[in-house]
């Protein structure tokens, strides 16, 4: 975790990172967070290094962010199964148990201006709801998408072979009454990133062709979703689920 002041820092550091976690190949992600803790005067930047080896090759390769000086680390090697028992970027205290969130996916290189102006939106929301909001958070997900994007279009449903980084706006709040609110908040601050990267690149960032739902952004169309393989899809769909009781994220419907 970091001060701050380390923010701008921060995320110069998210490019050179991220051509780590690609030339690591799977073996390397790091996620990047942004939160306001009780008492800080701004944003404090967090990071989590997963590493699939020794724990003095993923200090060597995220070595950037030790450099940094991070104000506290708590950073050694455990097992996979052990970190995510207690994880730590998507708890809260029992009183802010709910959640809205949205997200997209960046095309690399990131659009680091586009994501400040996403942060100091984060930081305009939480000045606007105060304490009960106060374990929201935006998370920047590096990670290596070669993989999977390596097999071919007609072995998987999604048509998308992109490799991408993903951007998450999330809001932890304590109040049902919130909910409406919530999620138009988180909404409005990925949309406004996605119209700043628009405007700094000259076209539109998410081409909605995605690799897998979980770096989708929930608005997709089935057809560019999909692709090729969406009539093949249906029919499964008409054979399996006439239904359609799986109904859930990307439902494919039927004529």
Known sequence: MYSPEKLEPFLDLMNPLYETVTKCAGKLLIFAG????P?????SPISFIFYDGPEAEARSLAAPLFELGPVMTNCN?????????VWPIMMGPPTHQRFACKNTPLVPPIDVDAVKGLLEDFGAFNAKYGASV??????LELRYSGVTASVPVDAMAYAGRQQRCLIVADAQYDHASLDTAMRSEVRTMIENLRERIAKNTGKPEADEVVLNANIGNGDEKLQSLFGENLPRLKELK???????RFDKWYPIRLE
């Open 34 to 37: 942004f939160a306001i803790r």
């Open 39 to 43: 008492g800080a005067p701004g944003i």
């Open 77 to 85: 090697m455990k097992r996979y199964a052990e970190v995510t028992d």
């Open 134 to 139: 106060g374990p929201s958070r935006v998370v």
């Open 238 to 244: 008409r054979l399996y689920d006439p239904k359609c």
